[in-house]
T-cell receptor, first 112, second 118 residues
């Protein structure tokens, strides 16, 4: 079935370090892909999205490229800040499905 | 333009009581989704509703859980005879269109209701 796999956390980085959070998916067809962010005690906010192969989603310095050949949608940021500390969820929406399928989430902690 | 509104933010129930969680979608959104987030886990789909219709309830537990989205008013997720294992964060999301790949939108999520069963 359709699924999303994320790297396990927590990921702990120093401020201004480079961030990569890996995400791969399995799907029948061509899904739309999303990254959501959840700050402590809050709901999910859409961070970025890509709807077809080779699309690059970007927002707030974060980027992710839809790679059909490797079925991946890795999240990257060149220089993280303490305020980026949150849980990041990768998700997919598959054709004919009625729901977003989420990965288990990756907690990011950024320290000074 | 208010976002997805969920209430209450926090709900405490004793075992055996009923829990009613409310969700008002964004203005202009007629598609509502409920997700459950258990501690230390990702979000799991529960149910997808349009006005007055349940479209997909494949993620709903077979017993004690029900959902509705009436013509007027918010969507309601109802849990009867709650047990400790129902303790979780319940998130509602809405969208203006049915789920469809290739579209340039994502769901908008509410801040969730955190249910604690004591």
């Amino acid at each position: 079935g359709d699924s999303v796999t994320q790297m396990e956390g927590p990921v702990t980085l120093s401020e201004e370090a480079f961030l990569t959070i890996n995400c791969t998916y399995t799907a029948t067809g061509y899904p739309s892909l999303f990254w959501y962010v959840q700050y402590p005690g809050e709901g999910l906010q859409l961070l970025l999205k890509a709807t077809k192969a080779d699309d690059k989603g970007s927002n707030k310095g974060f980027e992710a490229t839809y790679r059909k050949e490797t079925t991946s949608f890795h999240l990257e940021k060149g220089s993280v800040q303490v305020s980026d500390s949150a849980v990041y969820f990768c998700a997919q929406l598959t054709g004919g499905g009625n729901k977003l399928t989420f990965g288990t989430g990756t907690q990011l902690k950024v320290e000074l | 333009n208010a976002g997805v509104m969920q209430n209450p933010r926090h709900l405490v129930r004793r075992r055996g009581q009923e829990a009613r969680l409310r969700c008002s979608p964004m203005k202009g959104h007629s598609h509502v989704y409920w997700y459950r987030q258990l501690p230390e886990e990702g979000l799991k789909f529960m149910v997808y509703l349009q006005k007055e219709n349940i479209i997909d309830e494949s993620g709903m537990p077979k017993e004690r859980f029900s959902a509705e989205f009436p013509k007027e008013g918010p969507s309601i997720l109802r849990i009867q005879q709650v047990v400790r294992g129902d303790s979780a964060a319940y998130f509602c999301a809405s969208s203006p269109y049915p789920p469809r790949t290739g579209t340039n939108y994502g769901y908008t999520f509410g801040s969730g209701t955190r249910l604690t069963v004591v």
